[in-house]
């Protein structure tokens, strides 16, 4: 009894801990908190940045978060990384918490992922109908983070 209150009351703090004072943003309908960075940095060094926010690159795994994010990423000349990559299996996109993004999911853009030229890392792209693509780990785009809350 005393874990089950104990798991009620770090659930219902979520929202607290959403780091406001850093810029994120929390949307209670998802549970999720986040942050867009106008920054341009590459994938590796965006995702060092998120961690320093104990968080990580953003995980946009259905049509639902894809939507509600770009809808708050009104710019529509960036494109904004996510934490997908396939850098340790080719063809097997991956987000930070081990997890598959399917290479059937709804998020991906048209002909997406092609690793042109060689593709490993993933970003939300206006110009491919806001949609999810593979681009190269090295450019430098504005990245979104989201906050992890550790239970
Ligand atoms: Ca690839
Ligand atoms: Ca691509």
């Given at each position: 009894m005393q874990r089950f209150v104990a798991r009620i009351e770090i659930l219902c703090n979520a929202e607290k801990r959403?780091?406001?004072?850093?810029?994120y943003t929390y949307e209670k309908s998802m549970d999720f908190c986040y942050l867009v960075h106008g920054q341009w940095l590459n994938w590796f060094t965006a995702q060092g940045v998120c961690a320093g926010e104990r968080g990580q690159l953003v995980k946009v795994d259905t049509m639902e978060k894809l939507i509600y994010l770009n809808s708050s990423v009104t710019d529509n000349t960036k494109n904004y990384w996510t934490?997908?990559?396939?850098?340790?299996?080719?063809g097997t996109f991956e987000w930070r918490d081990g997890t598959v993004l399917a290479n059937?999911?709804?998020?991906?853009?048209?002909?997406?992922?092609?690793?042109?030229g060689g593709e490993d890392c993933c970003e939300i792209k206006?110009?491919?109908?806001w949609k999810i693509q593979d681009d190269n780990c090295g450019s430098t785009l504005w990245f979104i983070c989201e906050y992890v809350v550790l239970y």
């Open positions: 959403c780091p406001k004072s850093l810029g934490g997908a990559n396939d850098q340790v299996i080719e059937d999911n709804e998020v991906w853009g048209l002909n997406q992922p092609d690793d042109w206006p110009a491919l109908g």
